[in-house]
């Protein structure tokens, strides 16, 4: 039973545009969210994170965006540039059990020139 | 500065051979240690973690084991491998210093034929 799911396996966006990332997850006992990068044969690669008692963290040209009610997390990248194409990976972790992490199945994000 | 290491990078194993990767990490003490799994177009698979020498929590069950022999070395073992422990695997800790989040290695790829 997959905890945190990314429904779009894949995402193409222009260049210069937002690139929106969506991420939902089952386990109400979640209370801290990241969002990883990772390139082909590489290790992902830690972008940014929200805790529960947040709606909004941004840094740079990435922000992301919590939805508690709705159980939903989102990244938005604005804007996009051709060197974000990667895979993307949410990730969720519960204050009662922090030793695991929960990973979603990835959005392939695509930005074209 | 912290830093962890996986190896090897790649493999080519026969079905029934044994399996070893190790994980080290450097530039701290006591990490909580991972062994994820990406399969071929699907997400990353918490398959061991390890918060001290010795103490092993395994996810799921599979042909696969986990050994922590030192406080920053994490290995990851099979007696005999099936076709379908193809994947690529990732070491990952956290510990002081990283907060909630978790750093990963390089990953190593391993192909059973």
């Known amino acids: 039973d997959q905890q945190v799911k990314q429904n779009s396996p894949s995402l193409s966006v222009q260049e210069g545009r937002i690139s929106i990332l969506n991420c939902d997850y089952t386990n109400s006992m979640f209370d801290y969210f990241l969002w990883y990068k990772k390139y082909p044969a590489e290790g992902p690669t830690f972008l940014i994170s929200i805790s529960s008692i947040k709606d909004k963290n941004e840094d740079g040209r990435f922000t992301v965006f919590l939805n508690k009610s709705a159980k939903h997390l989102s990244l938005h990248i604005v804007p996009s540039q051709p060197g974000d194409s990667a895979v993307y990976f949410c990730a969720a972790s519960a204050i009662n059990n922090f030793n695991k992490f929960y990973f979603g199945s990835g959005t392939k994000l695509n930005v074209k020139p | 500065s912290q830093t962890i290491h996986q190896w090897p990078a790649t493999l080519v194993q026969p079905v029934g051979s044994p399996l070893s990767l190790e994980c080290t990490v450097e530039?701290?003490?006591?990490?909580?240690l991972y062994w994820y799994r990406q399969a071929a177009g699907r997400g990353l698979q918490l398959l061991f973690y390890?918060?001290?020498?010795?103490?092993i929590s395994s996810e799921v069950p599979q042909n696969l084991s986990a050994s922590r022999p030192q406080d920053r070395q994490f290995i990851l073992s099979s007696k005999k491998l099936l076709l379908s422990d193809s994947g690529f695997y990732l070491c990952?800790?956290?510990?002081?210093?990283?907060?909630?989040?978790?750093?990963f290695g390089e990953g190593s790829w391993l192909t059973v034929v």
């Open positions: 990952a800790w956290n510990g002081l210093g990283t907060g909630n989040t978790i750093y």
């Open positions: 390890s918060v001290g020498i010795g103490q």
């Open positions: 530039g701290t003490s006591n990490p909580n």
